[in-house]
C-alpha cells in the first residue's frame, strides 16, 4: 500500500491560472486540478472515461453540446471521446478521475492545458 499526501505533492503550474498534481496507477490517473477564478480549460477530447468531483468552487461544463453549472460536492461523468471544456466561476479545486492512465499527461503532451 502506498500512501500519497497532496498537500506533500508539488504543484505543477501548466498556465497562469490552472495548476495540477497527479499521481498514476497500473490503471488510472488521479489528478488535483487547482483553477483560479476565470481559468478555462480549452474544448478537448480524450480516450479516457473521467469523473470531475468538485471540492471547492464553481465551474462550468460543457460536454459535447450540454452544459453544466456545478459545485462543492457534485461530479460530472465524461464518456470517453467526447469534447468538452471548463471554466472556473470562483477559484476552485477539482479531483479528476481517469480510466486508463493519462498517457498524454504522462508523456507531457497535454499543450491544451498549458497555453
Same mark, same amino acid.
Do not use: C, K
Given at each position: ?10 504543484? &505543477? ?17 488521479? +489528478?488535483?486540478?487547482?483553477?483560479? +477564478?476565470? +481559468? #478555462? ?10 469523473? +470531475? ?14 452544459? #453544466? ?15 468538452? &471544456?471548463? &471554466? ?14 493519462? &498517457? ?6 497535454? #499543450?491544451?492545458?498549458?497555453?
Amino acid at each position: 500500500m502506498e500512501v500519497h499526501r497532496w498537500h506533500e505533492e508539488p504543484v &505543477e503550474q501548466l498556465n497562469p491560472s490552472i495548476g495540477r498534481q497527479m499521481l498514476h496507477t497500473d490503471r488510472m490517473t488521479v +489528478a488535483r486540478i487547482h483553477l483560479a +477564478a476565470g +481559468a #478555462v480549460v480549452p474544448r478537448h477530447q480524450h480516450e479516457n472515461e473521467q469523473v +470531475a468531483n468538485v471540492v471547492s468552487g464553481r465551474l462550468r461544463f460543457i460536454v459535447d453540446d450540454d452544459q #453544466v453549472v456545478v459545485g462543492v460536492g457534485d461530479s460530472v461523468t465524461i464518456p470517453p471521446n467526447v469534447p468538452h &471544456e471548463v &471554466e472556473a466561476l470562483e477559484g476552485s479545486m477539482v479531483i479528476d478521475v481517469f480510466a486508463p492512465v493519462r &498517457e498524454d499527461w504522462v508523456r507531457g503532451d497535454d #499543450v491544451y492545458l498549458r497555453g
